[in-house]
């Protein structure tokens, strides 16, 4: 900026009403412009060597000035004063067409707002009128403001005339959504991207401006408000107009934080540290208090991100406590939680949060889903890392879980219970040990090293994942067959699998660790991947799956048909079978079911009742005797 105040417009005679900030203090030239010198150089240079461009395409979030922006260009453009007449960015004092121009009113400079003028009767309109040359200014300016919001058929008509304007006139577009502009009317103009202002030049800018409105303002509220603005000037000053009503002419940061919905920044780290520190109550005390004073869920989770990245920021780049936005608090504990704590734990912490949020922001109670995540934060936070908690298992610092659910060899002494387990999910209701908390004077960090792994922000080198071990106790299935993976997979629990084996697998050869086979034609391309996958997940042993060139033998499903038809064709031969066919027209044999000796007996024996001593044995060959029944018959009866 030129000043060190901004400059504030004349006031016309007729305005003898208040005007917001954003109005009074909008830039009038590019020496007023923050944030974008990339432009304003482009343009002096332009300007100064006589390239002056016929269309110009400003985009941006809102907020960043584009409006203005394209009213300082058509000011450039029509620059006249009694010593300069020609097109200059060097626009040191008012000219002949500014003021006009500056407040929308200059019969040369035509503003449209495309959100309301979308058709192309009104491409047409402009297109008839510019051919006519300017009234009193040297070029006929059209400005364009939300371009995007054209139709097609606008957009179409407005193409000729975009790509040979008149000598007289310029236009200049601006939109939100660049993306939406076609590409045909992007290659016609010259493009600027008007970017977010920085939070130090925003805080800067709103010290300047509350200086010159005798403001008391303190930097902690100027950071709320640059920071809650997003890069938005106009947003920034508008909160800052808002926050002076509020707090009565003076600027405080509690009244911004009520003003906001947002919790003290210093609470929001300490609620930060109870979650690192897995101490759930203590974070939903703080939270509840947080709530209480007025705070939203969604802004204290959003908060809680915000310090996760910086805490993550700091890690990598130690430079950036160099920044404005942050207070000296944050640079303080953030340094500290950096060096503390690991990538993984920060990266996980974030991840759970954007969740959060959006589930905060669409539940129907926003309190009680914020406090379900705080609690999902804190209990993954109390949880050691798996390569931690393997390396413990490792150097025999943690206690190795029984294999076995024998009774423990020394029991503690617990009132009386017998047979206690190490494992508390063994059915005795205690806990394992947890590890002891820091003590008051150590920082937190040595509590949340155990979270996320060692405080050092040395990369370690990445262990060699250890091989399937097979469980103490348990024999490797031998698997020689078809059907003995078929009931491996049974076991499992994988009905998928099961099938896919008994339907679409044709053996040829198995041996331990090689299986070699031949599919049907209806058979899933990834059948062989994931049966290789599962058997080494079921075994622990790596299994390869190979595709013979051969035929193979018959599915599962095949050699069962097989002898099922076989089964009943020899059950249709035998003659009583035949008699007993013959006293019934129609009927058939659709089923036959062998049972082995004994098999019957045993299987009887659960629910037969007691024989009394004197009672009669029943006939030995009362068992084998065939009956023809519903559900089939027995051919091994009598044959």
């Not at 990266?347 to 379900?372: D, T, Y």
């Amino acid at each position: 900026m030129s000043s060190d105040v901004p400059q504030t417009p004349p006031a016309a005679p007729q305005d003898a009403g208040y005007r917001v900030l954003a109005r009074k203090y909008r830039p009038r030239s590019f020496d007023d412009l923050i944030g974008q010198a990339p432009m304003v150089r482009t343009l002096t240079n332009a300007f100064e060597t006589g390239r002056i461009a016929q269309a110009w395409m400003l985009t941006g979030v809102r907020g960043v000035g584009k409006t203005t922006t394209a009213r300082i260009l058509a000011r450039a453009l029509n620059y006249q004063t009694d010593t300069i007449d020609q097109p200059t960015v060097h626009l040191a004092e008012p000219g002949i067409h500014c003021q006009a121009i500056m407040e929308g009113r200059h019969v040369d400079v035509v503003e449209m707002d495309a959100a309301s003028h979308t058709g192309i009767d009104d491409i047409r309109e402009i297109t008839a009128q510019v051919r006519y040359r300017p009234v009193s200014a040297r070029y006929k300016v059209y400005i364009i403001d939300e371009v995007h919001m054209l139709s097609t058929q606008a957009f179409n008509g407005l193409l000729k005339t975009l790509e040979e304007p008149p000598e007289h006139a310029k236009f200049i577009f601006a939109t939100t959504e660049i993306r939406k502009v076609p590409i045909t009317v992007l290659s016609r103009c010259q493009r600027f991207d008007l970017r977010r202002i920085e939070t130090a030049t925003l805080v800067e800018h709103l010290r300047k401006i509350a200086a010159a409105e005798t403001v008391a303002v303190d930097d902690e509220s100027l950071r709320l408000v640059a920071r809650a603005a997003e890069g938005s000037v106009r947003d920034a000053l508008s909160l800052m107009d808002q926050a002076i009503a509020h707090g009565a002419g003076q600027v405080e940061s509690d009244t911004v934080r009520a003003m906001l919905g947002l919790a003290d920044r210093s609470r929001i780290i300490d609620l930060f540290e109870m979650l690192m520190r897995g101490d759930g109550p203590a974070a939903l005390g703080e939270f509840r208090e947080q709530y209480r004073v007025g705070a939203d869920p969604v802004v204290v989770l959003s908060d809680l991100a915000d310090f996760t990245h910086v805490v993550t920021t700091l890690r990598f780049v130690p430079d950036a406590a160099d920044e404005a936005a942050l207070a000296p608090a944050e640079i303080e504990r953030g340094r500290a939680f950096a060096t503390s704590l690991s990538v993984r734990s920060l990266s996980q912490v974030w991840q759970m949060l954007l969740k959060a949020i959006e589930e905060v922001r669409n539940a129907s109670a926003p309190r009680q889903a914020a406090e379900m995540a705080l609690i999902r934060i804190a209990h993954a936070a109390d949880l050691p890392a798996p390569e931690d908690l393997l390396r413990a298992l490792r150097d025999g610092e943690v206690p190795r879980l029984p294999a076995s659910r024998g009774p423990d060899p020394a029991p503690r002494s617990n009132g009386g219970s017998n047979g206690a387990h190490a494992d508390a999910s063994a059915g005795s209701g205690e806990p394992m040990p947890a590890p002891s908390p820091p003590s008051p004077v150590t920082p937190p960090a040595a509590r949340m090293a155990a979270i996320g792994g060692s405080g050092d922000a040395r990369p370690r080198a990445a262990q060699p994942s250890p091989a399937p071990m097979a469980q103490p106790g348990v024999a490797e299935p031998r698997l020689t067959s078809l059907d003995d993976i078929a009931a491996l997979a049974e076991a499992k629990r994988d009905s998928l699998m099961q099938v896919s084996v008994r339907r679409y697998l044709r053996p040829v050869k198995i041996e331990t660790g090689r299986i070699e086979i031949a599919l049907t034609d209806h058979a899933p391309r990834a059948l062989v991947g994931d049966l290789a996958r599962k058997l080494h997940d079921w075994t622990g042993r790596r299994w390869v799956v190979s595709i013979a060139s051969g035929q193979g033998g018959q599915t599962i499903e095949e050699r069962e048909a097989a002898r099922k038809t076989a089964l009943v064709t020899d059950a249709g031969a035998d003659p009583e079978v035949a008699a007993i066919l013959q006293i019934f027209p129609g009927a058939k044999v659709v089923d036959v079911r062998l049972r082995a000796d004994g098999a019957a007996e045993e299987a009887l024996a659960p629910v037969a009742a007691p024989l009394e001593d004197d009672a009669p044995l029943a006939d030995p060959d009362m068992e084998d005797d065939m009956g023809f029944q519903d559900d089939g018959f027995d051919p091994d009866d009598d044959l």
